[in-house]
């Protein structure tokens, strides 16, 4: 499995994006989708992440209610940033485990998308 990231770039704080990211080699059925993000400085950290069929999605404390994490259950799955703060700056990733249960840590997964950068001023 292959994924390219996309969507990024440099809004305004309050703002929104819409990263993408597109599955190539197979499709993505019975994969769970995730979105983590890394700061210069930090560690990478889950964001947001949804299960194979699309009916159960998870996210991080500090972007509930402001992100949403969407799939077309295919090749494709998207991150609608909405309220976006000086905070949420970061390179984001998507990446993909064949899993029945949602992963939230980085080393649960299997694929990788090459990262988008966000960088939010203020």
């Known amino acids: 499995v292959q994924l390219q990231a996309s969507g990024g770039g440099l809004v305004q704080a309050g703002g929104s994006l819409r990263l993408s990211c597109a599955a190539s080699?197979?499709?993505?059925?019975?994969?769970?989708m995730g979105w983590f993000r890394q700061a210069p400085g930090k560690e990478r950290e889950f964001v947001a992440g949804i299960n194979w069929s699309g009916s159960r999605s998870t996210y991080a404390d500090s972007v509930k209610s402001r992100f949403t994490i969407s799939r077309d259950n295919a090749k494709n799955t998207a991150l609608q940033m909405n309220s976006l703060k000086p905070e949420d700056t970061a390179v984001y990733y998507c990446?993909?485990?064949?899993?029945?249960?949602?992963?939230?840590?980085?080393?649960?997964?299997?694929?990788w998308g090459q990262g988008t950068q966000v960088t939010v001023s203020s």
């Open positions: 990446a993909a485990v064949r899993s029945t249960t949602i992963v939230t840590v980085t080393v649960g997964y299997d694929y």
């Open positions: 080699g197979r499709t993505l059925i019975s994969y769970v």
